[in-house]
Every structure is written in structure tokens, then in C-alpha cells.
């Protein structure tokens, strides 16, 4: 069967996080909002199905030397 993914900016704003849903062209914008907001939030990019993105490159760069 297919799993379902909950609605994760529901499930986060009802712990009373900051949530958005956004695509590549909205992502910029979300994260200078997140954190210009000085809080805890959620920023949610659906990738399709067997795309393989990884957040790593971008949370985890190579080290410097």
C-alpha cells in the first residue's frame, strides 16, 4: 500500500511552530522569513517520489582545508 505523509506544517503549527509549504522558486523567501522571525519553524519542499534529495550538501558542507 502508499503510505500518506501527514500534513507536517498542520502537525507543526499545532505545537505552535511556524510552518510554510513552499517550492524551489519559494524557498529563498521562506528561510530570510524563518530566520528573521527569531523562532522555531518548519519549511516544507515536497520532492517527488525517487527524486533522491538530500538536504546535506546544503546542512553539511566539506570542511574548509
Excluded: Q, Y
Excluded at 507536517?8 to 522558486?25: I, K, P, Q
Excluded at 530570510?32 to 519549511?43: F, N, S, W
Excluded at 520532492?47 to 574548509?64: C, F, I, K, N, Q
Amino acid at each position: 500500500s502508499e503510505l500518506k505523509n501527514p500534513d507536517f506544517c498542520a502537525l507543526a503549527r499545532s505545537f505552535g511552530v511556524d510552518a510554510v509549504r513552499v517550492t524551489d522558486d519559494g524557498l529563498e523567501a521562506a528561510v530570510r522569513v524563518a530566520i528573521a522571525a527569531g523562532r522555531p519553524a518548519l519549511i516544507e519542499v515536497p520532492v517527488a517520489r525517487g527524486s533522491e534529495a538530500s538536504p546535506w550538501p546544503l546542512t553539511m558542507p566539506p570542511p574548509h582545508g
